[in-house]
C-alpha cells in the first residue's frame, strides 16, 4: 500500500547548519574508514609497458608479447574511489511507527545524508529501493546530481508499500553490479523467507556487505500491562488477536532478541558488516561510531 504522505524533507536538510556539521564529521570518518577498509586494497588494468631488468616475471603477458614482438608486463594501478550501492527496504513493514517517524521516514534519512558523506568523501554512490521488486534505482555516480535524484525517488510515497520478496531482489541486484562495489542493505529485516542468508554469504563473498537494522522501538518489546489488538497485516485486513500484554509482553522481548542476534550473527558469519539502530537514536551518533570501530578493527 503507498504512503499517501511522507515525513521527509530531504534537500533542505543539506543546507542545515546542524546537520550539515554532523555530516561533515561523518565524511571524515567515513573517508578514513574507506582507506582503511577498501581503498588500495584492489587493483585494476592500466595497460601494458616494457619490460625492465628487475619486474616481477609473473607480470608478464605472453600473449600481448607475442603479438609486439617485445616483452611486455601487465600494469595495474589501485582503486581511488569506493562504489557504494544501497539497497534499501520499502516494503509493508518498514511502513510502521510507535515513534516520531515511520521505519521507512527513517531509513530514508539514514541513506540521503549517509550517502551525501560519501560524496562529499569523493565517492560515488548509487541505490535501489525494493519491495518484492526493485521499484527506483540509480546506478553509482558521483556529484550531488544523484543525491538530488535519490532525493525525489525517496520522497515519493508511490514508491513505498508492497510485500517483500528479499531472496528475489538480491538476485536481481546481483545482475545490476558489474563494478567493485560495497553494498549497504537498509532493512527491518522482518519477515525474512527460508534460505535468505545464503544470498548474504554470497553478496559478503563477491562485494564488501554491511547490514543496517533499522528497528521501531515495539519491535523488540511490548507494553508490559494492558489489553493489545493484534493484526496480522499492516492494512488490518488480516486476523485480529485480542492479547493480554502481561502474559507476552516477556516471550515477545525475548523471540524479537532472537531474531535480531539471528540477523546480526549470519552478517558477522559471513563476515560482513553490521549496525542496528532504533528509531528512537540519533542516527549520526550511530553511524559516526559505527564506521570508528569498523575502521580500528581493520587497521589492527
Known amino acids: 500500500m503507498p504512503v499517501k504522505q511522507l515525513d521527509l524533507d530531504l534537500v533542505p536538510q543539506l543546507r542545515k547548519v ?6 561533515r564529521v561523518l565524511s571524515r570518518v567515513l573517508e578514513g574508514s574507506w582507506t582503511a577498509l577498501l581503498k588500495g586494497r584492489g587493483m585494476e588494468f592500466a595497460g601494458f609497458r616494457q619490460y625492465t631488468y628487475g619486474d616481477d616475471a609473473s607480470r608478464i603477458d605472453w600473449n600481448a608479447t607475442l603479438r609486439a614482438k617485445e616483452v611486455l608486463v601487465r600494469e595495474f594501478e589501485e582503486y581511488k574511489t569506493v562504489n557504494v ?4 527496504d520499502v516494503s509493508d513493514s518498514m511502513l510502521f511507527s510507535s515513534a516520531a517517524k515511520l521505519k521507512c521516514e527513517y531509513a530514508a534519512e539514514v541513506l540521503f545524508n549517509l550517502a551525501t558523506a560519501i560524496v562529499d568523501a569523493g565517492d560515488s554512490v548509487g541505490y535501489a529501493m525494493f519491495s518484492d521488486r526493485i521499484v527506483a534505482k540509480q546506478f553509482p555516480g558521483l556529484g550531488r546530481e544523484v543525491i538530488y535524484r535519490m532525493a525525489q525517488d525517496l520522497s515519493d510515497g508511490k514508491n513505498y508499500g508492497g510485500k517483500s520478496d528479499f531472496k528475489q531482489v538480491m538476485a536481481l541486484v546481483n545482475g545490476l553490479l558489474h563494478q567493485r562495489s560495497l553494498i549497504v542493505i537498509i532493512s527491518d529485516f522482518i519477515g525474512l523467507p527460508d534460505g535468505w542468508e545464503r544470498y548474504v554469504r554470497m553478496f559478503s563473498m563477491q562485494y564488501d556487505l554491511i547490514g543496517i537494522m533499522i528497528r521501531d522501538p515495539r519491535d523488540a518489546e511490548l507494553p508490559d500491562k494492558g489489553i493489545q489488538v493484534l493484526v496480522a497485516s499492516p492494512d488490518g485486513s488480516g486476523e485480529k488477536l485480542l492479547i493480554d500484554l502481561k502474559q507476552y509482553a516477556a516471550l515477545y522481548r525475548e523471540e524479537a532478541g532472537r531474531e535480531e542476534r539471528y540477523v546480526q550473527s549470519t ?4 563476515k560482513a558488516g553490521f549496525l542496528r539502530i532504533s528509531t528512537a537514536e540519533e542516527p549520526f551518533d550511530a553511524l559516526t561510531g559505527y564506521f570508528r570501530k569498523r575502521s580500528k578493527i581493520v587497521r589492527g
Request: hydrophobic fraction near 65%.
Open 18 to 23: 546542524d546537520i550539515a556539521a554532523k555530516r
Open 267 to 270: 552478517f558477522e558469519k559471513a
Open 85 to 88: 550501492f544501497f539497497l534499501l
